[in-house]
């Protein structure tokens, strides 16, 4: 039971939870940002290049059976047959979608730097204001210092 009560004291620790909810968003995220690539970004450079689909670029490694009737152009097709193919298309279309999630959380962390570094500006501001102000004094303090500096100099011996 000791071993069982550490793991539930594990798990109930706050960054193992944040760190849940962080993988979970984060698969969320991936597949918003492998249908932006597959249905907008992938399409769109497709029609830039003369209507490329990266889908279907590999390259052939094995013989096609004998007896298929597909395409021998339809990646997909000469898979599902169990001809030996390198699918580079998909690896592009993965370094994109890479790409791009790098460039949001880039730009997702610089925006959360500029507000951090803003706001620590301006408590530094803050701070610097309120020791200005605690240095400003009281006139009547002005005025006893005045007076235990008169009485100093009075106590003073002459010599």
């Given at each position: 039971?000791?071993?069982?009560?550490?793991?539930?004291?594990?798990?109930?620790?706050g960054?193992?939870?944040?760190?849940?909810?962080?993988?979970?968003?984060?698969?969320?995220?991936?597949?918003?940002?492998?249908?932006?690539?597959?249905?907008?970004?992938?399409?769109?450079?497709?029609?830039?290049?003369?209507?490329?689909?990266?889908?279907?670029?590999?390259?052939?490694?094995?013989?096609?059976p004998?007896?298929?009737?597909?395409?021998?152009?339809?990646?997909?097709?000469?898979?599902?047959?169990?001809?030996?193919?390198?699918?580079?298309?998909?690896?592009?279309?993965?370094?994109?979608?890479?790409?791009?999630?790098?460039?949001?959380?880039?730009?997702?962390?610089?925006?959360?730097?500029?507000?951090?570094?803003?706001?620590?500006?301006?408590?530094?501001?803050?701070?610097?204001?309120?020791?200005?102000?605690?240095?400003?004094?009281?006139?009547?303090?002005?005025?006893?210092?005045?007076?235990?500096?008169?009485?100093?100099?009075?106590e003073?011996?002459?010599?």
């Amino acid at each position: 039971m000791p071993l069982l009560d550490e793991f539930k004291k594990f798990i109930a620790r706050g960054n193992v939870l944040d760190l849940a909810v962080g993988v979970i968003i984060g698969a969320a995220f991936g597949k918003i940002v492998t249908a932006l690539t597959e249905n907008v970004i992938m399409p769109v450079i497709g029609w830039a290049f003369g209507d490329i689909d990266f889908s279907n670029y590999f390259l052939l490694l094995g013989s096609i059976p004998t007896g298929y009737q597909g395409s021998l152009s339809d990646y997909a097709a000469l898979k599902a047959a169990g001809v030996a193919m390198i699918g580079y298309g998909a690896l592009v279309t993965q370094i994109i979608n890479f790409l791009i999630i790098a460039a949001v959380l880039f730009m997702l962390l610089r925006s959360v730097n500029k507000v951090i570094d803003r706001l620590e500006r301006e408590k530094k501001l803050a701070d610097s204001t309120a020791a200005e102000v605690a240095v400003a004094t009281d006139p009547q303090l002005d005025t006893l210092k005045e007076i235990l500096a008169e009485l100093k100099r009075r106590e003073a011996p002459a010599g």
